[in-house]
């Protein structure tokens, strides 16, 4: 029967934190005594763990730093949840360790799901112990409205006992949030100071309000929703402003990146980032860069943020300022600066190479200035209406070529008091003629160009979609003109941060320097369109700098250049013969090189580009060197420029060396092997020119021909030099081959007699076993008969004892008589005749008797010889 399969029992488990860490741990996986625990306590935080786990061993010392901070307030407890015998184990069903659950009174589990961090999971661990930020103040209200994650207040009065009706629902909403989101993206606070809720208009007690930058800001509708925690979460999560985003990785497979990069163009910032800190520079500068970004309609509660963000760190900023209102509802002003955008013109004719480009703006402060307009300052019908009106007179702006910059204004038809501004000027398609300096193009008598905020670099400053005030005169060129620029242009940004501290991983392969000491990098990319820009890394991370990469981003004819990727791990030797390109050399080896070039694309993972080496090898050595270049490129580690971009591997291209832009596919139809390539090169490099050949051109052709026949000529002697070594290892391998078979034909006589033997053998040894049969038969045979024997002598012997006791009786009884005869002697001598003959019968029969006897002896003795 087959074995049982034996099972080797698990080890007992052993501490996993050291016993004077201040994480009680279960080892053995008491979940029943982890849940006594947390009853007795306010803040409980599990830990459950996998033993084997490298993250969990990697957690370990993350807990228990986080553990000898707040081990006075936290009770940190550690599960095993991986022993077979443990309650956890059969509890709890976890697809991956470690699992860390924090409990607030009753209310949780709240799972944290970020960076396996100290500084990340105390700061999770302390929002979820004070989840409300108590507000006593403006200048808190300012401060906590200024930041960038969305703000939710609640005004409550603490005049009743113990909490005001509707305060522990707050609370909880706050919870609820942490366990939805644990980012934790919005943040909570709490007023209890009338006076300080009015500035947000909150007038009753159980008010929510939730603040947002650039949009109207909302407060909870408790006459169409009920107020619950529920309630109160869903609706700050559903309602936020997102306008910057942190990005954090959790290190496994994810659609994070990809969805968000879905959404459109992405600026993903990089910074070094603490948790813990109290102030955040770096971060406050971006917060209002995208405030800036993101105020469209110029809401005076941007405004204030703007402000407080800029005077935060000014001395004579103090909290105890509250006189002044924050006016949040108040309706904004009329605004100062038009609304614009850019208009292109097509080409006066077909084979122009110029196009007409004018800026359209809205200005509504011609004519009778009313104190307030209710209406956002530049809509899209606005912008309609203009271009519409525009369109009507653009026969003013159509001249061939125009070198002066002219405007002209059109009345609105909907309001008297807006009129509409246009500028234009004749641009060349590649840009040749704005190549200048700011004062011969972009400056007339009446109008300057502006320049984005750059007074010394003109270069491609087209007036764009983010030149707002550069047509108007009286107007001074602002260094703010970024603010809303998301809504003014269709190359809007999402903007994400992401911590370089973890993360810089990702900013490397997006172009960030290896080397660099300061872990600040930006950059853009755009999904759709294939491209990323990179922000120079020599400049710093600072306001102005982003505003300029942003600006250069949004206009129509971008300055950027776009990022391509190069290896890194490509070293050039001259030995080699085929040239290895990279994204820097692709230029000046593919169109500058005065050669006809091949180039392969190919990849690491393609198996069938390896196959192709041998042969780009062998072409390399048959072309001469001084007119063809052969090379390949890894399009996995380089990136191209679009127009040479391809969907599928192995691709060959040939480029001429005297029309680099016509480039020829190779086939795909045809084989890939040397004839077919050396037709292919040969056929396209020898291609007729338009102009004629001249006589110079004829024998620089000839000579190229003859070195082409020396060439192949030497080529052709090696290739029969090789052909005569390969003859004669032939000769050989056939003498092998034929001894070879001569010893196995002599191994197969030796394999018969072999097997004649052992046929003998075999016919042997069942003769000799079958007479082994025959003689153990006869063994027992004879020993069956001794035993016969043994029993009929023990019988004898049994009778011959039997005898000698009548031999004896019979010997007492004759003595006894003669002892009675000796008186009667004479009755004696009368029978003595008698006597004499019984007496000669009795000694015959004794003697009988013995002879037997002894010749039973006999037989028994001989008998147990024999045995």
Request: charge should be negative; hydrophobic fraction near 35%.
């Amino acid at each position: 029967s087959r074995a049982k399969d034996v099972t080797m029992p698990a080890k007992l488990p052993v501490n996993f934190f050291s016993p004077r860490s201040p994480v009680i741990d279960l080892f053995r996986g008491q979940l029943d005594y982890a849940d006594q625990l947390r009853q007795d306590s306010e803040i409980v935080l599990y830990f459950f763990y996998a033993p084997w786990c490298g993250q969990s061993i990697a957690a370990r010392e993350e807990i228990e730093h986080v553990a000898s901070r707040l081990s006075d307030q936290v009770l940190f407890v550690a599960v095993n949840c991986w022993w077979n015998q443990g309650k956890c184990r059969k509890q709890k069903h976890f697809f991956y360790f470690p699992v860390i659950h924090l409990y607030h009174r009753s209310f949780g589990p709240i799972e944290y799901k970020g960076p396996m961090s100290a500084v990340y999971i105390e700061k999770f661990v302390r929002r979820v112990m004070t989840p409300l930020l108590y507000i006593s103040s403006r200048s808190k209200l300012l401060d906590f409205l200024s930041n960038y994650e969305p703000g939710v207040v609640g005004f409550f009065e603490f005049n009743a006992s113990p909490q005001p009706p509707g305060y522990l629902t707050f609370f909880t909403s706050a919870l609820h949030s942490l366990k939805k989101d644990y980012l934790g993206t919005i943040r909570f606070g709490v007023v209890t100071d009338r006076r300080v809720a009015e500035e947000i208009s909150l007038v009753h007690s159980g008010s929510v309000y939730l603040h947002r930058h650039a949009n109207t800001s909302l407060i909870y509708p408790k006459d169409i929703m009920n107020f619950t925690a529920e309630n109160i979460c869903k609706w700050a999560l559903e309602n936020r402003e997102m306008l910057i985003r942190w990005l954090r990785p959790h290190g496994g497979k994810s659609l994070l990146l990809n969805n968000e990069l879905k959404k459109g163009p992405a600026l993903l910032i990089f910074i070094p980032y603490n948790p813990l800190a109290e102030i955040h520079p770096l971060l406050d500068e971006i917060t209002k860069v995208a405030l800036e970004y993101h105020k469209c309609n110029k809401s005076q509660a941007a405004e204030a943020d703007l402000q407080h963000l800029g005077d935060s760190d000014s001395p004579a900023f103090d909290s105890s300022v509250t006189d002044a209102p924050l006016k949040f509802s108040e309706t904004f002003p009329i605004a100062k600066y038009p609304c614009c955008n850019t208009v292109v013109l097509p080409q006066w004719h077909s084979i122009s190479r110029t196009h007409n480009v004018c800026e359209l703006c809205v200005n509504q402060t011609l004519g009778v200035k009313p104190n307030k307009v209710h209406v956002p300052h530049c809509n899209f019908l606005e912008i309609e209406a203009a271009l519409d009106s525009f369109y009507l007179q653009e026969h003013t702006f159509f001249q061939v070529i125009s070198n002066t910059i002219e405007c002209s204004n059109f009345l609105s038809f909907y309001s008297p008091f807006s009129y509409y501004t246009a500028c234009c000027r004749t641009v060349n398609r590649h840009f040749l003629s704005f190549i200048s300096s700011e004062k011969t193009i972009f400056q007339t008598p009446k109008v300057a160009f502006s320049s984005h905020g750059k007074k010394d670099n003109t270069q491609f400053s087209i007036p764009h979609i983010e030149d707002r005030n550069c047509f108007i005169p009286d107007l001074n060129i602002s260094s703010m003109n970024i603010t809303g620029l998301s809504c003014r242009t269709n190359k809007t940004l999402n903007l994400y941060l992401l911590d370089s501290n973890l993360f810089w991983i990702y900013a490397e392969r997006l172009g960030a320097s290896r080397s660099t000491h300061l872990k600040e990098f930006a950059a853009i990319v755009d999904l759709k369109e294939e491209v990323h820009y990179v922000l120079d890394q020599n400049q710093s991370l600072v306001g102005p700098t982003l505003e300029n990469f942003i600006k250069n981003f949004s206009v129509l004819y971008s300055p950027l250049k776009r990022h391509l990727v190069d290896d890194p791990s490509v070293h050039f030797h001259e030995q080699h013969v085929v040239t290895e390109v990279t994204t820097n050399s692709f230029h000046e080896t593919v169109f500058l090189s005065a050669k006809n070039v091949l180039l392969l694309y190919y990849a690491q993972w393609c198996g069938f580009c390896a196959s192709l080496n041998h042969i780009f090898i062998q072409l390399a050595r048959l072309l001469p060197p001084d007119s063809f270049t052969v090379a390949r490129i890894d399009v996995t580690r380089n990136d191209l420029p679009w127009e040479f971009m391809t969907d599928r591997l192995p691709t060959i291209l040939f480029f001429p060396h005297q029309r680099k832009e016509q480039s020829v596919k190779f086939p795909e139809d045809f084989s890939v092997n040397l004839p077919n390539l050396l037709k292919f090169i040969l056929h396209h490099s020898s291609l007729s020119s338009s102009e004629p050949c001249t006589k110079e051109c004829l024998h620089k052709e000839s000579v190229l021909q003859q070195g082409h026949i020396s060439h192949l000529e030497r080529e052709i002697r090696k290739l029969r030099s090789e052909i005569s070594a390969l003859h004669q290892a032939h000769d050989q391998l056939e003498a092998q081959l034929s001894e070879a078979r001569r010893e196995e034909q002599r191994l197969q006589q030796q394999k018969h007699t072999l097997e004649k033997q052992h046929k003998t053998l075999q016919l042997h040894s069942e003769h000799l076993q079958a007479t082994y049969d025959q003689k153990n038969q006869e063994l027992l045979e004879m020993a069956e008969k001794l035993q016969e024997l043994a029993d009929a002598s023990e019988n004898l012997l049994k009778e011959n004892a039997l005898l000698r006791i009548l031999v004896a009786s019979r010997g007492g009884k004759l003595q006894s008589k003669d002892e009675i005869k000796e008186p009667l002697q004479s009755e004696k001598t009368l029978s003595e005749d008698n006597d004499l003959s019984l007496s000669t019968a009795t000694a015959a029969s004794e003697e009988k008797r013995i002879d037997n006897v002894d010749t039973i002896e006999r037989e028994h003795s001989s008998g147990n010889r024999t045995e």
